[in-house]
């Protein structure tokens, strides 16, 4: 077997910039290097022009209705930090309680704790077993104070996708902003922010085959008209929300970076399924007492994230150093903690850390899921077979044996 290594599957954490991608912002990096805001001369009006097509295609792939709804931002991170800071201030006269669940990103989960310091009050939801969030929960946590609640499409690390669009009429009905982080759902999930209620919209652009250090933030502009008070002040560009020059070619990279998920659509996500199915299969036909972290279905079908029972973390992670994964362990490695999202729906902390999520990808190919496969056999094998917690494990019949 000839490929590269190691072998990246490590597609929640980040992606490749794609070559249409990459094509479509090469002229703004060079000969079109113009500011959008210099309103004098055509290289100002150039990198304006492109601005706009990319608002355009964003608008067009998230289902909003004006592209003025759609701002500019270096990320989800800033997105998450704009709507949700943004919206709980400019909104407190009418109620300073916040809805948010505990497997949400740092991003959303710190956000909202510096919020509790100025005086709000934040309920984070414990989700289910398999990482979902019910409307259920949600409307028993709803009070008269509740001003905006905060529910992500699909979960870094198990994938597991939120009932976004039931959250979304739980959300009007009841008259409180929903903003939903779809960092790991924008291209995987069918998202549409009229349809499914969302008032307002984190991307990212390193998520999608876009560059890192660029993302969009849709804000609802009509049912209800959402305000929100800036973060950032000096310039007044995107409306007043988001001060700076703007990022042309980054930006120009998420609009092509949009228009390639409209065109690759349902071939691209059969494909890639396909792959993610034949991994799980593979390794869970030849480890049955593995547990799958997320939800079986309703999940992104890139991801999949398993628990070793009698393994360590680290000791799997060098096992498996010629894939480029990732791990339960790995994340919080100074505090010994597991992930805070395995913990969260219930994992003990040694099957937290004991973990590995892989992504698979636009550029995944066949012979590297086989890769994958026979590394994955041989490293928890071997790992098994020296292990004194294992060998207890069949002794007690705990276990299957490992030799079969
Ligand atoms: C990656 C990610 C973020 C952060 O996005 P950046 O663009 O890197 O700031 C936020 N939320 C989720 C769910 C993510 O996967």
Redesign the pocket.
Known sequence: MTVKTPVYLDY?ATTPVDPQVLKAMLPYLKEDFGNSHSTTHAFGWKAEKAIAIAREQIRKTIGAENCREVIFTS????S?NLSIVGAARANRSRGRHILTSATE?K?VLDTVKHLEAEGFAVTVLTPDEFGQITVKQIEDAIQPETILMSF?AAN?EIGTQNPIHEIGALAKKQEILFHC?A??GLGKMDIDVERDGIDLMSI?G??VYAPKGV?ALYIRRKNPRVKLEPLSFGGGHEHGMRSGTMNTPGIVGLGKACALIDELGVAEKERIRKMRDRLEKAIREAFPDLLLNGHPEERLYNNLNVSVPYVEGESLLLGLRDLAISSGSACNSESMEGSYVLRAIGRSNDLARASIRFGLGRFTTEEEVDFAIEKVYHAIRHLRANSPLYALAVKNGEAPPVDA
Do not use: F, I, L, P
Not at 75 to 78: C, K, L, Q, R
């Open positions: 929640h990320g989800a991170t800033e998450n990103h991003a992500m870094n982080d960092a790991q990212s390193h998520k993302g």
